[in-house]
């Protein structure tokens, strides 16, 4: 049974790496639009309501064609600790890749960038608080593109959450980030 549960977990990593390496490739041949579209819109958060949160969405784009690393991608916070209320999250992705912002609740104890992901490079998104992805627009979209941002505000109750960007392979990239809420 350990054999069996070993090979799946190497198997299932297998697969998330070669989605990512895919996704590099044809980005790597689209080179820096939107699907072959065009440049991405630069646009920046309106002013938003509550405490608001700056976030980064990094990337190094993959190492010399191949699949993102762990720590070669990030998410970066211009705060770790906020007031519970209305909390505002404004995304700005600085990295050469589509992201996304995702907030779940951190369970006690534990860390960030310590959650299961799924065959498909993913974690689990069910409990999720909020998404940020529309480009230049307020929620859950398609995705943020280079140069592009998008926002949410939440309601969150103190505790700890999680912010991450959930395509595939990222949040093994090391794009996570926690947050506290007093």
């Given amino acids: 049974m350990t054999r069996w549960r070993t090979a799946t977990v190497v198997l299932a990593a297998g697969a998330a790496v070669l989605l990512t390496a895919a996704s590099l490739l044809a980005l790597a041949l689209l080179g820096p ?3 072959g579209r065009g440049p991405a819109p630069p646009c920046a958060a309106p002013a938003l309501s509550g405490t608001t949160v700056h976030v980064a969405l990094t ?3 993959g190492m010399m064609g191949g699949p993102m690393m762990a720590g070669a991608a990030r998410v970066t916070a211009d705060r770790t600790i906020v007031p519970h209320g209305k909390v505002s999250f404004a995304a700005t992705n600085t990295g050469r890749l589509p992201h996304e912002l995702v907030v779940l609740p951190l369970p006690t104890g534990q860390p960030a960038g310590e959650r299961t992901t799924g065959a498909d490079g993913r974690v ?3 409990g999720a608080l909020g998404e940020a992805s529309a480009a230049c627009a307020d929620g859950a979209g398609a995705g943020i593109p280079p140069g592009a941002s998008s926002w949410t ?9 999680e912010l991450i960007c ?3 392979g990222h949040y ?3 794009m996570h980030t926690m947050l506290e809420v007093t």
């Fill in 59 to 61: 990337d190094r784009g």
């Fill in 33 to 35: 639009t939107r699907g």
């Fill in 153 to 161: 505000t939440l309601q969150l109750p103190p505790g700890r959450y």
């Fill in 172 to 174: 093994l990239a090391g």
């Fill in 124 to 126: 689990d998104e069910t």
């Fill in 166 to 168: 959930n395509y595939p």
